[in-house]
């Protein structure tokens, strides 16, 4: 049997999922957080539990999407188990089966890496991947000097198969649900914060970057999707320099003091550094187990 909770078995979850950790009193620490719950009465009914043999198997806690909104992510956080990875699994696939959604996010904070390794083999058998993630941001007051910024085109309804192909040229070949998907991972879809670049505008595109808002005016904060450039300009940095450089000098226009935040995987560490060395502070690292559209 799989329920939620009942309003007065929060910190006896929380307190599960500490254990889980390993941490080494975890019904104190439970309670401690109890009083700086924002909402109990919405908590519980979040939180899952698989039950055999009148016994708590495995939990977890959902931070389900709005079916309304653009971007439909499931976040699972506070998950454990146990006696087995399989009874937790067990309850995944109903609650992923019984909520809508197009992708699912389980950040592995504070996991051990033996303990990560030990989920992993199960959670690609749901066809979840692991990743390693860092997250960066920018202000738009530092945007460096560019003697000579690209030309960018904002996205149309016409030019979409022409994004499309910059973007597969720069990266892979994807599903038309994973290009859906891009255009609202973090936000609505924003077409005029979608730029491929080129040179002149009689001159082929050499890269891209989409953005999407999560506020705009004077101070407004934006999430970088992806950016790129085509596999021939890849001999160095500079292209994807200018590319993002160009991109940020254009919502710097509009944001004067705005951000920019984004995350990147550390499969790919070369461009890691290249954001750093363009001034991106990095403000959190975590690996998690991702499922999403591809």
């Known amino acids: 049997m799989i329920r939620t909770l009942a309003p007065d078995e929060l910190a006896w979850f929380l307190s599960r999922s500490f254990a889980f950790l390993g941490h080494s009193d975890p019904n104190t620490l439970a309670r401690r957080l109890m009083p700086h719950v924002r909402d109990v009465d919405v908590e519980f009914s979040r939180s899952y539990v698989l039950i055999r043999d009148g016994q708590a198997k495995a939990g977890v806690h959902v931070l389900a999407p709005n079916v309304h909104e653009d971007k439909l992510n499931l976040y699972l956080t506070n998950f454990w188990f146990e006696d087995s990875a399989r009874e937790l699994l067990e309850l995944l696939e109903d609650v992923l089966i019984d909520i ?38 920018f202000n738009l007051a530092e945007v460096p000097p560019l003697g000579l910024p690209l030309v960018l085109e904002a996205w149309s309804y016409t030019s979409d198969v022409g994004f499309r ?130």
Not at 105 to 129: D, H, Q, V
Not at 174 to 191: C, E, G, N, Q
Not at 236 to 258: H, K
């Open 100 to 137: 809508p959604h197009e992708a699912t996010y389980l950040p592995l904070y504070n996991f051990s890496e033996s303990r990560i390794a030990e989920l992993e083999p199960f959670f690609k058998g749901l066809g979840f991947w692991r990743e390693e993630v860092v997250e960066l941001a």
């Open 165 to 294: 192909e910059v973007f597969e040229s720069s990266e892979r070949k994807i599903s038309d649900h994973a290009w859906a998907y891009l255009k609202r991972w973090r936000s609505s879809f924003t077409p005029d914060l979608w730029f491929i670049a080129r040179e002149t505008l009689d001159q082929p595109p050499v890269g891209y970057a989409f953005f999407g808002a999560k506020s705009k005016g004077i101070d407004g904060v934006y999430y970088l999707t992806a950016a790129g450039v085509l596999q021939e300009h890849r001999t160095s940095s500079e292209m994807l320099r200018r590319v993002v450089i160009s991109a940020m000098l254009e919502l710097a226009a509009q944001s004067p003091l705005g951000r920019i935040e984004t995350s990147l995987s550390m499969s790919d560490a070369k461009l890691v550094q290249i954001f750093e060395s363009l001034g991106f502070d990095t403000f959190n690292r975590y690996k998690q187990f991702v499922k999403r559209p591809h």
